[in-house]
């Protein structure tokens, strides 16, 4: 039976300024472990290791090198102000850094603007849209989620034009810290150039920067993410991203650089 990200926390090693976790099989992806576990994993140690956080509000990624097995997330506070504190994490694998992030974690404040100009895509409820993968899924990672085309094709297909939008829900969310889940969410569709190819091909993020638009989100349920692709060239493409609940609530905002190997 896969081990769930619920799994994974409450068997943790705690080690004074972050923990220890093991990355079992299902997660890798190719020969490291999924990006959004990964950022999802040095959130976590953060979390436990600096208690009263206020709420996650950005989070900047940055995927170094492969981890996989036994790694540590260990992190420390760069500065707490009255409102925003800011902490480094590191995920490593032995002595070989693997994941760096810095979060920027911010309480609420009373304020005279008001701005939602980041309406949901047009898509059809999930229920009514096809599975991403209409056989088993390619990367072992993805048997934790469940996913529905919204539009934009599938990876491989040869059908797209650089704009994506699937619907994504985290099969086993019990156990997972809200932020930690929108972590482990955000991260799960292929590039947004990968339907524009006409075979599945090897990809990596490089570099990932997410926006928290809604602390209350629960990170549980049916989310769509959209991607679109701004520049793709010389192996490496530039996208957009943001995330929206099953009621059409903006959740997240981000954008990546991804390698392209194919």
Known sequence: MATSLGAMLAAARIEGDGAGYTITGEWMQ??????GLSAALCLAGTLVAHADL????????AFIGPAGGDVTARSRVLRQGKSMTYAEADLRQGEALATR????????RESAIGIDHFPMPAVSAPDACEPLWRKRTPLSFL?????????GGRPGDGTGNGDIAYWFRLREPAGIPPAVRLLALA????????PMFNTFAPISTATWQIE????????????????????????YTSQTMG?????????????QMVALFG
Do not use: K
């Open 30 to 35: 190719g020969r490291t472990t999924y990006g």
């Open 54 to 61: 206020p709420p996650l509000r950005s989070a900047q990624i």
């Open 101 to 108: 992030c810095v979060f920027a974690f911010g309480s609420g």
């Open 143 to 151: 048997q934790q989620f469940d996913a529905r085309v919204g539009f």
């Open 187 to 194: 991260d799960t569709p292929p590039p947004a150039v990968m």
């Open 212 to 235: 928290v638009l809604d602390t209350g989100a629960s990170g549980e349920g049916w989310h769509l993410i959209r991607s679109t692709a701004e520049t793709g060239a010389n192996g």
């Open 243 to 255: 995330m929206w609940d099953e009621r059409g609530r903006p959740v997240l905002a981000g954008r």
